[in-house]
């Protein structure tokens, strides 16, 4: 099928329930889950799995791009709804749980695997954004310190939720709560 072709609406559900069960899947197992588990799962058969998804890496770009939209596309939802500086922890909580859940995804994507390489620039030309705008707004509002780059505030919190040990949640709640405390340090008040 030529990737110019819309999917008819039976094959984007199928599509969509796949990765939604994979998520599922590698949230619990990690990405070597087993195709017939996800499959069935979606309710589909292991050769519609094979059929949108011919190698295992597709698979995995799919659910890493499609968490990545939907932590991205919660920014403008939290800003609508919540004062700004609540929006931006409402993100940063939202942004460590993605990270947090993601059990082997990470081993998988810097694994070396030439088909992963263009999803580091995916994941900040979706999620820098993001954080930009939530960072202006709380910093315009007085609510934060000012200058906080967001690039480098994304990748110190994907540090803090590194698995430690035998902590396979990544354990880095606490620390990025303290994190997000020390964005309110000198704030105007």
Known sequence: MSAQRALRSDA????EALVES????????????????????????????????PQRSDLVIAVFQHEVDACAGAAPELAATLPPADALVAWLRRYTDFLGTKKGLGKALHSGDPAFEALPEYFLA?????????????????????????????????????????????GGNDMVGLLIDGLRYTARS
């Open 12 to 15: 984007k559900r199928n599509v």
């Open 126 to 170: 979706n999620l820098r954004p993001a954080l930009e705008s939530l960072l202006v707004a709380a910093e315009a509002a007085g609510e934060i310190r000012s200058g906080v780059n967001a690039k480098d505030l994304l990748y110190a919190i994907a540090n803090l939720s590194v698995p430690v040990g035998d902590d396979a949640a990544g």
């Open 22 to 53: 994979a998520r599922t899947h590698f949230a619990e197992s990690g990405v070597d889950a087993p195709a017939r588990a996800i499959a069935d799962t979606a309710g589909v058969g292991v050769g519609t799995l094979y059929r949108h998804f």
